[in-house]
């Protein structure tokens, strides 16, 4: 049995000057490549398979698995440079577990980047940072410089002929480039749109070239599991969601915060740890991992937070961000806020996000002014169904998420605001053109 | 009505538009406008980190706001002169994204969180508070609207990514954590008297062009810069509370087991 909390990625965050390379070499850091770099490149791909690591993007997808797809060999798409490209563009509402952990420890991504390159047989790495993240880019910048200098990147890496150079890449404010291909096409000085899948990006990702796209935490993982091996990664979490996992726990608790514990934890055990409900006042509803994952109410407090228990009661696991709201929150007021957030930033690719999104948000912005209809619920659950699945990409499935599960478990919330009964507590402040469309 | 050409009759032959073809030799520095000699070397440095030039495009956007403080047209030629597109290509890349300003900032930006968790929390009414107090003439200032004293550029956000410590402000991108009405209040006032209050976590503030420099990758001191709090209360509550109850991740072995073998 683990304890609750098991810090690996966070252990370094609370040393003094945690984020230079002195204290990351001093807490044991950059030993894991040097092994690495002396291994067979499949070897490493394999350990990462055995170990069970799965994205920390949001979709969990098998990270061993995913290095496997890139091509090698002499021929054909094997022949063409290799990319990696790290997806640091955090901005899902809720999630903040991204930025901390590059202010905090840049070089576990740094040495992770190493490790995965080599691994993949890439020769250049971008981190593409949301803009918004100024410092993290910063500290991961001087994080770069110290690892040049000490020659752990550039020409021929510690003396085995491998180069390695990596940028970092700041974003310009648009959350369509967390998804892989947006990114990617935001990367080569394009309008960040997602792409046409397949091909994915395993073959014809940067600049048409074979890539992995992966999210901070998981490469951060990456020396963790070199040093460690795969027994000590699955010593944590789940058969099928192993290791530990950065819960960031957000709004009416008493102590909200970053918590690094096992997957498989459940809201109960955390709200635990973070001294329960803010002023006592009752748990409403909650997200799982970020806003595009359906809602859950106090009725799931104890569904293991892994991918396959979050799946199983109806959402997913996302981000882990787990933003917790009281009774005073009003949902329809929620849900028209993310709705409003999915609708700025859809990018207007394809057509039942761009107008989808539009007219949800038209719809729910009448309901809180108290001049919907009990049609208008119907109406928005139709535009829903003609969203998810029929988009570009996962944005568009994201944001019917809160309306349909805020449908789904407060129905009777929408009712009432149709049939003009007072208010709920929040919607009257908050219909102001506060968050209007920019 | 229209002709088979798709042209409609009244307006006769269009003129061919101007700067559709990019026509400057590659090798001549680009300076033009307001881009000196040091802003075409930092250009010219940005485009060779990147296997392909064009990967240097929104780095070089911000290297124009840090010059504009914002990307007039003339910027737009500029990135385009480097990197060799035509002045759409850039303008729809420009357009795409909210960082990049279409017109003059203030000073400072100041961005407001008013995504659900910030705007439950407090975010909606400091949005509210601070239009209200950097309008003029009673007419509260609008988003992306600067201030009448140049001071400030006011916006609304969407998730900052810092929700463990709602509601959020940042100013030049710089976070200041778990605001309210009042702390905001006093924050704008002391950037309006031209202090510079010190972010919660983030580097001491300077102002929106020199942050848009470091967004495009130049740093001029990085080495004072990455210094700065960033591990709040927050940041630290788990590894903190395990540091206080013993608990810990189980222990790696001594010595990195041997790596499998590809199956």
Redesign the interface.
């Known amino acids: 049995m ?7 990625l ?2 370094r ?2 040393e003094p000057r ?2 230079s390379i002195d204290t990351y070499e001093r807490t044991g850091g950059y030993q ?1 490549f040097r ?1 690495a770099l002396r ?2 490149p ?6 990462v ?2 170990s069970g690591l799965r994205g920390r993007g949001g979709a969990g997808f098998p990270t061993g698995m995913k290095w496997g797809f890139i091509p090698q060999g002499p021929t054909g798409a094997g022949a063409k ?1 290799k990319y990696l490209v790290i997806n640091a563009d ?7 577990k ?3 952990t590059m ?2 420890d840049p070089h576990s991504l740094i040495e992770g980047c190493i490790i995965t390159c080599y691994a993949i047989r890439a020769h ?1 790495c ?1 981190i593409y940072v ?6 993290p ?3 991961l ?2 994080a770069v ?1 110290e690892a040049y200098a000490k020659g752990y990147l550039g020409r021929d890496i510690l003396g085995t002929g491998y180069d390695i150079d990596i ?9 369509i480039c967390g998804e892989e291909t947006a990114l990617l096409d ?7 749109q997602p792409r046409l899948k397949p091909p994915f990006p395993a073959t014809a990702g940067l ?1 048409a070239s074979p890539t992995v796209v992966n999210n901070v935490e998981t490469i951060a993982s990456v020396p ?1 599991i ?7 990664f699955r ?2 979490g789940t058969e099928k969601s192993p290791g ?1 996992k950065i819960y ?4 009416h608790v008493e ?7 096992p997957l498989g934890t459940t809201l109960r055990q955390l709200l635990e ?2 001294g329960g409900m803010k002023d006592g006042i009752p748990l409403k509803f909650w997200t799982p991992g970020g ?1 595009s994952t359906p809602l859950f109410t106090a009725e799931h407090l104890d569904v293991p937070l892994d991918f396959e228990g979050a799946a199983a009661a109806g959402s997913m696991l996302g981000t882990t ?1 787990v ?1 917790v ?1 009281n009774e005073t ?1 009003s949902v329809p007021w ?1 849900v028209m ?2 709705t409003e ?1 999915y609708k ?2 859809s ?1 207007g690719k394809c057509t039942p996000c761009r107008e989808g999104t539009y007219w949800l948000l038209q719809i729910l912005e009448r309901m809180l002014h108290h001049e919907g209809t009990e049609e208008d619920i119907e109406t928005m659950l139709d535009i829903c169904d003609n969203i998810l699945g029929r988009s570009f990409c996962a944005l568009g499935d994201g944001a019917t998420s809160p309306i349909t599960s805020g449908i789904q478990y407060f129905r009777q919330e929408f009712l009432d605001l149709c049939a003009e009964q007072p208010a709920a507590k ?1 919607s009257d ?2 219909t ?1 053109p ?2 209007a469309m ?1 | 009505m229209t002709l088979p050409e798709g042209m409609p009759e009244a307006l006769g032959p269009l003129d061919k538009p101007e700067e559709v073809v990019w026509a400057g030799p590659a090798d001549q520095p680009i300076v033009g406008g307001v881009f000196d000699e040091v802003t075409s070397t930092r250009a010219k440095e940005i485009i060779a ?4 030039s ?6 070089l ?2 290297l124009v706001q840090s010059v504009e403080g914002h990307v007039s047209q003339d910027g737009i030629r500029f990135c385009a002169d480097a ?1 060799e597109l035509t002045t759409a290509e850039v303008s ?2 420009v357009t ?5 300003k279409r017109t003059p900032c203030g000073e400072h930006l100041v ?1 407001v969180c ?4 910030c ?3 407090g975010g ?2 400091i ?2 508070r601070l239009q209200e107090k950097l309008g003029t003439d009673g007419e509260p200032l609008g ?2 609207e600067t201030s009448a004293d140049g001071a400030i550029t006011l916006e ?11 509601p959020v402000i ?1 100013v ?4 200041y954590d778990n605001q309210d009405v009042d702390k905001a209040e006093v924050l704008v006032d002391a950037l309006r008297r031209g202090e510079k209050p010190h972010p919660t ?3 001491a503030l300077t102002d929106f062009r020199t ?1 848009e420099l ?4 130049i ?1 001029p001191d ?1 080495a004072a ?2 210094e ?1 709090p ?2 709040a ?11 206080d ?1 013993g ?4 222990a ?2 001594d010595t ?2 041997a ?5």
């Open positions: 683990t304890d609750p909390i098991t810090p690996v966070t252990r965050w609370a945690s984020w894991a092994d291994a067979d499949d070897e490493l791909i394999q350990l398979k055995d440079p955090e901005g899902e509402p809720g999630t903040c991204d930025i901390p202010m905090a250049f971008a949301r803009g918004e993240a100024l410092h880019i910063r500290r910048a001087n410089r940028v970092v890449h700041a974003g310009a404010g648009a959350y935001s990367l080569e000085g394009r309008r960040g600049y963790f070199v040093t460690g091996g795969s027994d000590w010593s944590m530990p960031s726990v957000s709004g102590r909200p915060g970053q918590i690094e514990a740890l973070c806003s961000a933003q709201f929150v929620a806020k993310w957030f700025h930033e990018c929040m402040r908050d102001a506060a968050g920019a | 980190r990147y296997p392909q064009r990967s240097a495009l929104l780095p956007l911000h990197l729809a890349v795409f994204y909210t960082m990049y961005s008013t995504n659900t968790l705007a439950a929390l909606d009414a949005y509210r988003h992306e609304h956000a969407e998730c900052l990514a810092a929700c463990d410590l709602a940042q030049n991108y710089e976070f976590r983030g580097a942050v470091e967004l495009a990758g740093f990085l810069s990455v700065g960033s591990e209360p927050e940041t630290l509550l788990g590894v903190t509370m395990a540091g109850r608990w810990a991740a189980p790696m072995p990195p087991p790596l499998p073998e590809k199956k």
